[in-house]
């Protein structure tokens, strides 16, 4: 029986996005009884100094941990060693464990991971499947880095284009980002758009019942909250000047996470003495129902440069949690806050049917032979 070999930098137990949406997309092919075994890191996302087995089964995946440095993400220098030696380790790694067949799945943590796994593909005569959560270097240039705008980037840009051509599938995670695809020269029936999804067990959970509201001691407030990573592609300069204009107006804020905007508003807020702004842990999977439910209205951001290069996977576990969203834009204020809140709320949209479509696409991989049509 052959093989899915996916390649990402964490993995369960790790509760970063990437990791949570491997995490369940590799258990629910294990229980379909296919054979999956996942290549990661022994670190945690917000912990480097995290040492996690190197060998170790979980429902059903078997899961390789390779060694890396560990720097941790808040010194690029330390990051970029932090991503070298995970090329290496898990480009070795893949090396060992993939056989004729086997499926290879790459996703993009870290950036252009895709190329090793193309050039390893190629080598064991296995099949490739990119997931596109983000698209370097594009982003990289988006966010002013200005190597990626030019010589280094444009060879990285092809690389990475070669290695998408050469897949069986790409898949993309909104229909902004195939476009993306498309308009660089990969092929449209190479192409499939496969959203992301909430995790199956976040219900939305009333005010009064909620637990986590009343222990932040936020009965009775307004709450505006934000989930989840607040990293540079995030806009947080637009959302430290709306915390900003509406502190002390009746709104409180929770932001629930970290990244390095994350940081960069903290201490903003300690600096200014900005009143009603709280900072929480990023919360665990079985409390994500309660951390979800406790704003009255959830803020989403992302700067329009980044359109089409990512998209915020916290969507989904705020539509699953039936609580309002509104996107950050320009001239926002309480009474926009306010009546965004008291708007309606609609749990479509929170990844229904996504694990189905992504073994129907490995499937097809699996039985057809180049080239493969996306499914409809």
């Given amino acids: 029986m052959t093989r899915l070999v996916a390649l990402n930098r964490f993995y369960a137990p790790d509760e970063s996005a990437t990791a949570q949406l491997l995490t369940d997309l590799c258990e629910a092919l294990a229980k379909e009884g296919r054979r999956v075994t996942v290549i990661t890191s022994r670190l945690r996302y917000d912990d480097p100094a995290a040492d996690l087995p190197a060998l170790e089964e979980r429902n059903g995946v078997r899961i390789r941990r390779v060694r890396t440095s560990r720097f941790g993400r ?48 190629r080598m064991r005569g296995a099949d490739l499947v990119n997931w596109c959560q983000d698209l370097y270097p594009e982003l990289a240039a988006a966010l002013g880095l200005r190597w990626a705008a030019g010589p280094l980037g444009r060879l990285l840009r092809r690389l990475r284009n070669a290695s998408l051509r050469g897949a069986r599938m790409n898949v993309a995670i909104c229909e902004a980002m195939a476009r993306r695809l498309e308009a660089e020269g990969i092929p449209p029936e190479k192409i499939t758009v496969i959203e992301n999804w909430a995790d199956p067990r976040i219900r939305p959970v009333p005010p009064e019942a909620n637990p986590l509201r009343r222990a932040w001691g936020l009965e009775g407030k307004f709450v505006v909250g934000y989930s989840g990573n607040l990293g540079r592609a995030h806009d947080p300069e637009g959302v430290i ?34 009143p009603d702004v709280r900072f929480v842990p990023l919360q665990p999977r079985e409390r994500l129902s309660e951390s979800l439910s406790v704003p009255d209205l959830h803020l989403v951001s992302l700067d329009p440069a980044c359109e089409g290069l990512l998209y915020p996977s916290k969507v989904y576990g705020i539509r699953a949690a039936g609580r309002p969203l509104l996107r950050l834009r320009p001239g926002l204020g309480v009474e926009e806050l306010r ?8 749990a479509e949209g929170a990844g229904g049917g996504s694990l189905e479509r992504w073994s129907a696409v490995l499937e097809a991989v699996r039985s057809t032979p180049e080239p493969v049509a996306a499914p409809i």
Avoid: C, N, Q
């Avoid at 090396?95 to 895709?114: C, M």
């Avoid at 009746?250 to 201490?267: C, H, K, N, P, S």
């Fill in 241 to 274: 000047d709306l915390v900003r204009r509406t502190a002390g107006k009746g709104v409180t804020w929770l932001f629930v996470g970290g990244g390095a905007g994350m940081a960069e508003l903290r201490r903003v807020v300690e600096a200014e003495r900005l």
């Fill in 74 to 121: 808040h010194w690029l220098p330390g990051r970029a060693l932090d991503y070298a030696s995970f090329y290496i380790s898990a480009t070795l790694a893949l090396v060992r464990e993939v056989r004729p067949g086997d499926t290879i799945l790459a996703k993009t943590d870290p950036p252009l991971l895709s190329v090793p796994a193309w050039l390893v593909a």
């Fill in 339 to 346: 009546k965004a809140a008291a708007g309606p709320v609609s």
